[in-house]
């Protein structure tokens, strides 16, 4: 089993940045694929960002991709999201998920999930 919590989210005005932390627990952290998602109200699950076992390889979201940035610290069993120039766009629940296979947008690829933290960008 793998544990993920979330933390770093909060209010911020627009053009302000936040950075999201995921702490894991329960098994070894450089074995497993980690990755963003964000859920708006009223609609579906969104792939942010994904980074692989070593952290040498990156994707992004269309929506994210120039203004985000993820990142892992293998030694403190965490990754990152740098969130700059926010939009109000990007308001949701964030949340950090892991897998053991490969780095992918593909939710359903994921096997564990964090419980969010909210993220809201005002205007």
């Known amino acids: 089993q793998v544990q993920l919590v979330e933390s770093g989210g909060g209010l911020v005005q627009a053009g302000g940045s936040l950075r999201l932390s995921c702490v894991a627990s329960?098994?070894?952290?450089?074995?497993?694929?980690m990755a963003w998602f964000r859920q708006a109200p009223g609609k579906e699950r969104e792939f942010v960002a994904t980074?692989?076992?070593?952290?040498?390889?990156?994707l992004y979201g269309d929506s994210v991709k120039g203004r985000f940035t993820i990142s892992r610290d293998n030694a403190k069993n965490t990754v990152y999201l740098q969130m700059n120039s926010l939009k109000p766009e990007d308001t949701a629940v964030y949340y950090c998920a892991a897998n053991f296979r490969v780095a992918t947008r593909l939710r359903n690829e994921y096997d564990y999930w964090g419980q969010g933290t909210q993220v809201t960008v005002s205007s």
């Open positions: 329960g098994r070894t952290f450089s074995s497993y694929a």
């Open positions: 980074i692989s076992l070593s952290g040498g390889g990156t």
